[in-house]
């Protein structure tokens, strides 16, 4: 049995439980150790909640959700719903009250797993006014013991408690039932629950699978949120699928630490975290000689010009290798060695990965591949895998999956991986696929040669006054590429020009206002001083070069607050809500359009 010809994931998950037995299928860092978990305790586990689960009343059909940071436990619950036949709804733990309260009553969930007592508090006041919950699952026995100050209703019960009885026996599962209610974080309007089966999410990691030749020998190092669907797929079913490891990141600030602990051979990743890695490196070099920087930059266009034949699997001329060795002894190997000495993927997904940060890596000889996908597409779509690379694309189609082209460049999805549709919402489900099962991604491609490239999302294409059509994430890749702009929102529908939003990278701007004599201001201070603004009006300047006459900003105003989640301008996969900021920011966006 192996993910193509499975009945359910649970049913995969229990044969490779047997297949693999006291090896170790997850990690987890306690008291500054790691915790082995094997595959048969995981498994003993699920089939005991399983049944505990089916003690206080719930059944095949039944939401389950589950509030709390990738660990074990994690797991556990979940193959415990899908072993039960229940569906899986994930909750990221950094979603506001109201938006979890939105998924809790969209989906009719009746039991909630949560970790942590803050998180517990949280759930008990908004479950308290939702009929359907009638259990709370505190995955941790003392957040439930030592807090006697929750309501009566829903009841809280431990997982340990749930886990006392006998294991359930096995449930014939079906690749038709559904597994998960996925809600999509959304950039307008309230998130909708994506309906994925069994049969979409085990086709997803067959040709996962298949792309990557992922097998037992791989280990990754999980830090994305096992909510989120790219994570989910592709870091725990599909390895779990190919009889890998997960180890479990103690949280962002240690990932860096933890990566050399672990020694991953794949990592999945954001690009936020890598232009991060990417400007932290550069901050450092800032501080080194003249003649240190200068063998940098050689080694990354010496780097770069054998990642060219890397890209399509072609052979590196034994001249470039010579001029590769000794950049690979003095400079490059020390970024390689940030993400340990295994590594055969480091793969970025859920935004677009930046053109100068794609160049930087692969220059530095890292596996770094590029994906594309959807919550609705079970998620992965595309890869630009290794030796077939061409830059600028998020690759070609994984095996089993159609793409093509609408009259207005919508790229199209077809495949057994598509979602059954959005929960309760039948209308959006037929806007979403159309009569011939073909998923309407909203996002605008072009396909050459099989490779595709996205352009933007098609209903956040800004219309100026003039007519031109402007795609307001290229313009916003453009300004984050410069290393002292964390946030950009570009703005301008049926406006002249546009314009921009900035929040800046604070800890540049502290740097730049030291070296300006400036003093101990605040953020907002600094922003008002005509040094300052001229700094960045500098920066525009040079980015407007870049773009053509009617892309051009015409204006930008600097921020002393960040964009955030709580405040709706985000989405839980840090994706900007851009009515929510125009709606925050209107006053500050028609000052820049009358100045």
Not at 67 to 91: S, T
Not at 262 to 289: C, M, Q
Not at 349 to 363: M, R, T, V
């Amino acid at each position: 049995m192996d993910a193509r010809t499975a009945p359910s994931l649970s049913q995969l998950f229990q044969t490779q439980a047997g297949q693999y037995g006291s090896r170790a299928f997850l990690r987890e860092r306690v008291a500054g150790k790691w915790i082995d978990h094997s595959w048969s305790e995981l498994a003993a586990a699920s089939r005991r909640l399983q049944a505990g689960l089916a003690g206080i009343g719930l059944g095949p059909g039944d939401r389950i959700a589950i509030l709390a940071d990738n660990c074990p436990q994690w797991v556990v619950i979940d193959q415990a719903a899908l072993g039960l036949g229940a569906v899986v709804v994930p909750l990221y733990p950094t979603s506001s009250a109201e938006e979890i309260g939105h998924v809790l009553r969209d989906s009719g969930s009746r039991a909630v797993a949560v970790r942590g007592l803050e998180h517990l508090r949280k759930l008990s006041a908004i479950c308290a006014t939702i009929p359907t919950v009638t259990a709370l699952i505190a995955i941790d026995p003392e957040t439930a013991l030592a807090d006697g100050g929750l309501p009566s209703t829903p009841a809280v019960l431990t997982l340990a408690q749930l886990s006392e009885g006998r294991e359930a026996p096995p449930r014939e599962g079906r690749r038709d039932e559904l597994a998960t209610i996925i809600y999509t974080s959304g950039t307008t309007g309230a998130s909708k629950g994506v309906m994925l089966t069994h049969g979409n999410l085990l086709s997803n990691c067959a040709a996962a699978l298949a792309a990557l030749n992922l097998d037992d020998r791989d280990e990754t190092l999980s830090f994305l949120p096992l909510a989120h669907s790219f994570e989910r797929t592709a870091g725990y079913y599909t390895v779990m699928a190919g009889g890998g490891t997960i180890a479990y990141a103690e949280g962002l600030g240690q990932i860096a630490a933890n990566l050399l602990q672990v020694n991953p051979t794949v990592v999945l990743t954001v690009p936020r975290l890598l232009e991060v890695i990417h400007d932290r490196i550069l901050r450092t070099l800032d501080k080194a000689p003249g003649w240190r920087k200068a063998l940098f930059a050689q080694a990354l266009r010496i780097g770069a010009r054998a990642a060219t034949y890397r890209f399509r699997g072609a052979p590196i001329p034994l001249y470039r290798r010579a001029q590769m060795a000794p950049m690979r002894a003095l400079v490059l190997r020390r970024i390689r060695a940030l993400f340990g000495n295994r590594l055969r993927y480091l793969i970025a997904g859920g935004a677009p990965l930046p053109k100068d940060i794609f160049e930087f890596f692969s220059a530095a000889e890292l596996p770094l591949v590029e994906g594309y996908g959807l919550t609705e597409a079970a998620p992965v779509v595309a890869v630009n895998l290794l030796g077939q690379t061409r830059p600028g694309t998020v690759g070609r189609p994984l095996s089993g999956i159609e793409v093509r082209l609408a009259a207005d460049g919508e790229l199209l999805i077809h495949g057994p991986n598509v979602m059954q549709g959005y929960f309760n919402l039948p209308a959006d489900s037929r806007e979403a696929i159309d009569e011939q099962g073909w998923l309407h991604s909203g996002d605008i491609a072009t396909i050459e040669d099989g490779y595709i490239a996205i352009r933007d999302r098609k209903k956040e294409i800004i219309v100026l006054s003039g007519g031109k059509n402007v795609p307001p994430a290229a313009l916003e890749a453009k300004l984050l590429a410069d290393p002292t702009i964390a946030q950009a929102c570009v703005v301008g529908d049926r406006r002249k020009h546009p314009a921009a939003l900035l929040v800046p990278s604070f800890e540049r701007l502290e740097e730049f206002a030291n070296q300006q004599g400036l003093g101990d201001r605040s953020h907002q201070e600094l922003l008002e001083d005509p040094l300052v603004r001229d700094w960045y009006h500098q920066r525009m300047r040079q980015i407007n070069r870049q773009l053509g006459d009617y892309e051009r900003l015409g204006s930008f105003m600097l921020l002393a607050t960040p964009f955030t989640q709580e405040r709706g301008e985000l989405t839980p996969t840090l994706k900007l809500r851009r009515k929510a900021i125009i709606e925050h920011y209107q006053r500050e966006i028609e000052r820049m359009y009358q100045g």
